[in-house]
């Protein structure tokens, strides 16, 4: 209840939050296997043009369920945070059985509650992004192979496979559940004296196929990322992309996941809590020859997030929803380290009342401290007035027109997803470009032109529109204004936004001047820096 209170909150806010550019895509996804194709191996976005515009993507699970929930219910934008929620509560109880498996209820109580109350997973389980799904799959399928592995219990060893599985297709980080799976094995298993070649030959086919399927999956995705328009695979910034030199130049960008951790990931009491817990020997520890145990375990999976960390250290700070893998370790260590302050002096009764009021005390300083500044930075309206402009090419705009809209973030999609059109981000996104940086004057205009070419009937642009250099386009780019006041109508000019009905192309001027942008230009990153600076 106490998860669903904090996830549920502001539930029917527009997509418009400090994720606005991820959840958009995520979104047109959904709209796409809606109206053009139920082919879940072939995502599709809208803002590349006409289309089909294919992705290479992880496998769609939020957005095909909620596309499904289109059909019953009507395209309703909060549908896919339900999903994502539904999934999150889903993963707050999956941990609190396995922790109750692995340590003891007490202790599952308390990473229950810190996983119902972080910030970064309350935000991240509240958003329409893939990641809810894989950390709650993953979570089921670790708590039902570690009763597999404590009773014997043998469908449970096929089901846990498949969740697990789908888990890591829902999206690539819940690999790291791995390491504390292979930890559970050889802990458990050796301390029941079962640890021998005919429970290998049970699991090692089980995990045979699930790799299998993994890897042909994402090999799959590659293909699709580099065989069909706009040739965009979602992720960038790996250890085999940047080269082991420039991670450590950078420092593998630890103090900007610092400062994500501290501000609202995570926030300094979780940290401080988890850090406590890590001070001190795991529950259990003094009883190893209970079979149901394996201490270790959420140190291993810790362990295991931070060797994903290492290979994709760029992209997984660039894209912050992929911490979402640490939430379970984070969420567990803190629960027990909440546990070890509300019993330190090792006199009080597990009912007592000054054992439950320093629990009180030591939640609400969470709580206020953390979850709800944290809460209040991410939840920001950033993309209002992408939201708004998408809005106004909705309502001017007829079924068939193609748009070109930029957003608050230069390159974000939000205000195409709003615009119920198919069209294009501007600069135009896709391939290796680097679309959230403004072109100078002269490239803008022919990028437009092209555009206009390809049949683009209006161009929306939100007056507080920036790049990541932090150049805002009304001033970067008079050229481009100037060239739309004179080959365009300027239908709306508020304080929000500037909207153009294009003109039919430009016979001299595409002779002339028209470059080619279809062909994606070499550069340094395909990511999708959806959040503002976080």
Request: net charge positive; proline share 6%; glycine share 8%.
């Amino acid at each position: 209840m106490l998860a669903a209170l904090f996830r549920l909150h502001d539930v029917q806010q527009p997509l418009i939050d400090a994720f606005s550019w991820r959840q958009a895509s995520t979104a047109m996804m959904a709209d796409n296997f809606l109206t053009r194709s139920w082919n879940i191996f072939f995502p599709e976005v809208s803002w590349t043009g006409p289309g089909p515009a294919y992705q290479g993507r992880e496998l769609q699970i939020i957005s095909y369920i909620t596309a499904l929930l289109y059909t019953l219910f009507g395209w309703h934008d909060w549908l896919g945070r339900l999903v994502a929620i539904a999934f999150g509560l889903w993963g707050v109880f999956a941990l609190h059985r396995l922790l109750d498996r692995l340590w003891d209820t007490m202790h599952a109580h308390a990473g229950a509650v810190l996983l119902a109350i972080m910030p970064g997973a309350v935000f991240i389980d509240q958003s329409f992004l893939p990641d809810p799904a894989m950390l709650s799959l993953v979570i089921t399928g670790a708590w039902l192979y570690v009763v597999y592995l404590q009773e014997d219990r043998h469908g449970l060893l096929v089901l846990s496979g498949m969740i697990t599985t789908l888990g890591v297709l829902a999206k690539l980080p819940g690999i790291a559940v791995v390491a504390p799976m292979t930890y559970a094995t050889f802990a458990i298993l050796q301390v029941r004296g079962r640890l021998n070649p005919r429970r290998a030959l049970q699991i090692m086919p089980v995990a045979l196929i699930a790799g299998a399927l993994i890897l042909g999956y994402y090999r799959w995705a590659l293909y699709v990322g580099t065989n069909y328009p706009p040739y965009h695979v979602a992720g960038s910034g790996y250890l085999w992309d940047d080269g082991l030199s420039k991670f450590f130049s950078q420092a593998f960008y630890f103090p900007a996941a610092w400062k994500i951790a501290s501000n609202w990931l995570f926030t300094l009491p979780v940290v401080i809590l988890a850090g406590i817990a890590l001070l001190a020997a795991p529950p259990g520890m003094a009883d190893p020859a209970r079979h149901r145990a394996a201490p270790w375990f959420f140190h291993v999976w810790l362990a295991g997030a931070l060797l994903v960390y290492f290979f994709a250290a760029r992209e997984i700070k660039t894209n912050p929803w992929n911490f979402h893998i640490f939430s379970v370790p984070m969420a567990a260590l803190a629960g027990r380290g909440l546990v070890l302050l509300t019993a330190m002096d090792g006199g009080l009764l597990s009912g007592s009342r000054a054992r439950w009021l320093r629990l009180a005390a030591i939640v609400g300083v969470v709580i206020v401290g953390g979850s709800i500044p944290g809460l209040r930075l991410m939840k920001t309206p950033y993309a209002q007035s992408g939201h708004e402009l998408g809005v106004q090419l909705s309502s001017l705009s007829k079924p068939g027109d193609l748009v070109i809209a930029v957003s608050a973030t230069i390159g974000d999609p939000i205000a195409i997803y709003y615009s119920r059109r198919r069209g294009w981000v501007f600069p135009p996104g896709g391939g290796m470009n680097d679309w959230s940086v403004l072109p100078d004057d002269g490239e803008a205009i022919d990028m437009l032109e092209t555009l206009r070419a390809k049949n683009a009937a209006w161009f929306g642009i939100a007056k507080n529109a920036r790049d990541s250099k932090g150049r805002k386009l009304l001033e970067y780019n008079p050229g481009l204004v100037a060239h739309l006041d004179k080959t365009a109508e300027r239908v709306i000019d508020d304080d929000t936004v500037l909207i153009y009905r294009l003109a039919p192309p430009m016979a001299s001027y595409r002779g002339s001047r028209m470059k080619r942008v279809a062909g994606p230009a070499q550069s340094s990153s395909n990511a999708e820096p959806a959040t503002q600076g976080f």
